[in-house]
């Protein structure tokens, strides 16, 4: 059986899943393409999982249903499995859920780059994701506990409940109600209380859990915390639309902006410790990008919509 790179295959994937769910529109065909055409290897496990899904459209059993028409949760899980299963090797498909690879794509909730999503959960409390993140949700009798795969969430909980649990790749923080807002970083997890207290326990950590205040942030990795400091002005920005800036480099704002559109946004070394200051609406990136030849002494080129770089002005 053929065996593929385990993120390669992942991205194989969940471009079938993509077309199966859609049509792609000219963005999201360009991307496949560029993908596609990108590495040998790419085709090459992208003509053996269309090969799995014709073989699996032809078998009449529940199992190969479920693969091509679950749902987003668990059936759908359980589905992606198979299909990597099918066209990996159990071996292969075990590491990936070992390794968390598996999570985000087929995760309780998810929101695309670019857009942000409001929930009403089972006990009352309000979450809202940021761009490309997802979540698994385990709410019963015993615990609320959200597990953010990627990305970034925000979580209004009412008091008087049990505490709400967030699990990231690094650790565990408990909400005594009141709002936090946890962001997964590569390899660590950024907490702000924006209102109530919140404790954090990184996972391999012996000591005691840290204790957070409103107002308050702190970044951890799995072994230990940094010194807890004054909440960011940007921390919780998106969740009302927006971009918010004091005294930022333009190559971490760039950072930051790029979240919330596809393809490659840059700046050349000789800009990029310019500082800006401001507050600007996610909605529309382009404006934003508009705006900046306004604010600094510099040039926004955009060789196609998904390439853009900002230099400096001549």
Not at 22 to 44: I, T, V
Not at 150 to 175: C, F, K, N, W, Y
Not at 207 to 223: A, T
């Amino acid at each position: 059986m053929s065996q593929f790179n385990p993120q390669v295959a992942e991205q194989a994937v969940q471009w079938l899943l993509a077309m199966h769910e859609a049509p792609l529109a000219a963005e999201g065909q360009q991307r496949f393409e560029r993908w596609l055409a990108s590495d040998g290897e790419h085709r090459r496990a992208w003509e053996h999982i269309q090969g799995v899904n014709r073989r699996l459209r032809g078998v009449d059993a529940p199992l190969a249903h479920a693969a091509l028409n679950a749902p987003h949760l668990a059936g759908r899980r359980q589905a992606l499995k198979y299909l990597l299963v099918v066209a990996m090797g159990g071996t292969v498909a075990l590491a990936l859920d070992r390794q968390d690879v598996l999570p985000p794509l087929v995760a309780d909730l998810r929101s695309p780059v670019g857009e942000r999503r409001h929930l009403s959960l089972s006990d009352g409390s309000q979450l809202q994701l940021n761009t490309a993140s997802a979540v698994n949700l385990s709410f019963d009798e015993r615990q609320r506990r959200v597990r953010l795969l990627e990305g970034e969430l925000q979580l209004d909980s009412p008091p008087g409940h049990r505490p709400l649990l967030v699990q990231t790749a690094q650790g565990l923080i408990t909400a005594h109600g009141g709002r936090v807002n946890v962001r997964q970083l590569k390899h660590r997890t950024r907490v702000a209380v924006l209102s109530g207290n919140a404790q954090v326990a990184p996972s391999r950590s012996v000591g005691y859990p840290l204790s957070l205040e409103q107002g308050q942030q702190v970044e951890f990795d799995d072994h230990h915390w940094r010194p807890p400091m004054a909440m960011d002005a940007n921390s919780s920005a998106w969740a009302d639309g927006m971009l918010v800036a004091s005294h930022m480099r333009l190559a971490d704002f760039l950072g930051e902006l790029s979240r919330y559109r596809r393809g490659e946004l840059s700046c050349a070394d000789e800009v990029a410790d310019l500082l800006i200051s401001g507050s600007y609406p996610l909605a529309d990136s382009e404006r934003i990008l508009d705006l900046l030849e306004v604010a600094l002494p510099v040039r926004v080129r955009r060789f196609t919509r998904f390439w853009v770089t900002v230099q400096a002005r001549a």
